[in-house]
């Protein structure tokens, strides 16, 4: 599933060829995806300029003059450049054409992906309103971390993996900066130090920030919008890898589902 990493990856390859360009014409193959689409989306955006493009969370948004598209990918989404004159495929859901001859393309095998028109402001919807703060932002810090711990049973990679305390840390990120922390996965939020949690905050934009660098994590589906993966899983020190050994102390990798999601970490490094 495509997160913050990837989704950033995607925005980034995107902006040289989408903004300022004009939309000539919307090409809808697939009513619905989670939710239906805008039925006018057609009308809405023919000959508008894109004005704008950002991300929030995992969410893509795409900003003209009299709204803004917002765009989730979903379990298997990507979104790709490609010439006007490329066939669809069977999958290929929606293409935006512009008008120097390229187009962006919507895929989505699972169609758990999201396109919406939003009229108001986009931070104002009910999917983005209620986010956490971004891992990069300022008030994303170890205090900030232990103060919503405070009390929490829940184990601290079920509490960071929550998008209302801070957004965009899945599954592979989560393991990957616990790991770097040095925190047991199932150690319940609410028992960890201030500290820590400052190890833990600046473990988890280390790790998203290369990432990032590396183009995202590509394990199955994911492709840029050039439509090459992602190389982060080359550096993964524990996703992926139990019954290898630890690159911290040589100790045997474990792998455990917590809160319905396959983890991994060291026995020995992280407690």
């Not at 939003?118 to 999917?127: G, N, T, V």
């Not at 900066?177 to 609410?190: E, M, N, S, T």
């Not at 280390?206 to 840029?224: K, Y």
């Not at 899983?233 to 992926?240: A, N, T």
Request: proline letters at 7%; a positive charge.
């Amino acid at each position: 599933m495509p997160e913050l990493p990837e989704v950033e990856t995607t925005l980034r390859g995107l902006i040289p060829h989408l903004l300022g360009r004009q939309v000539t014409q919307v090409l809808v193959r697939t009513p619905a995806l989670r939710w239906p689409l805008p039925p006018h989306l057609a009308e809405l955006l023919r000959g508008r300029t894109i004005r704008g493009l950002s991300r929030r969370a995992k969410y893509l948004l795409i900003a003209f003059d009299h709204g803004t598209m917002l765009l989730h990918l979903g379990m298997s989404g990507h979104l790709r450049m490609v010439s006007c004159t490329t066939p669809a495929g069977k999958h290929d859901h929606v293409d935006l054409q512009l008008s120097d001859g390229q187009q962006l393309r919507y895929h989505d095998p699972r169609r758990f992906g999201a396109l919406l028109w939003i009229e108001q402001d986009p931070h104002s919807h009910p999917l983005l309103r209620q986010l956490g703060p971004e891992p990069f932002a300022p008030e994303m810090t170890g205090d900030y971390l232990y103060s919503l711990a405070q009390g929490r049973r829940a184990t601290v990679k079920s509490f960071v993996m929550d998008q209302k305390v801070v957004v965009g840390v899945g599954n592979i990120y989560a393991s990957e900066a616990l790991f770097r922390a040095g925190i047991h996965p199932q150690r319940a939020a609410g028992r960890i130090s201030k500290a820590r949690f400052e190890d833990l905050a600046e473990a988890i934009r280390e790790v998203l920030s290369a990432a990032i660098a590396a183009g995202g994590t590509t394990l199955r589906d994911f492709a840029n919008a050039a439509g090459r993966p992602g190389y982060f899983s080359q550096q993964l020190r524990v996703y992926g890898r139990s019954g290898q050994p630890c690159p911290g102390c040589g100790a045997v990798l474990c792998q455990q589902r917590i809160a319905q999601r396959a983890s991994y970490f060291c026995p020995r490094c992280q407690h």
